[in-house]
């Protein structure tokens, strides 16, 4: 998930990221999994693409700083 402030960062990062309590969810993306980035603000959903590694948490604590989250 994006919203306008995020998708272009998610764009050119390649770093696609949800809040803590999608940790579940995060556990059980793995490599080359297909992904969708849903922007919530315009309701668009962009993809297809394909996950790098498996999923993770905190792998960059600037990521996504101007949201508040890390």
Do not use: W
């Amino acid at each position: 998930m994006s919203n306008s402030e995020t998708r272009d960062h998610c764009f050119n990062t390649g770093v696609f990221g949800l809040p803590p309590e999608y940790g579940p969810f995060v556990a059980n993306v793995k490599q080359g999994m297909p992904l969708f980035l849903f922007d919530y603000t315009f309701r668009k959903l962009y993809g297809v693409f394909e996950a790098a590694s498996d999923g993770s948490m905190d792998i960059s604590r600037t990521t996504f700083r101007s949201t508040g989250r890390t």
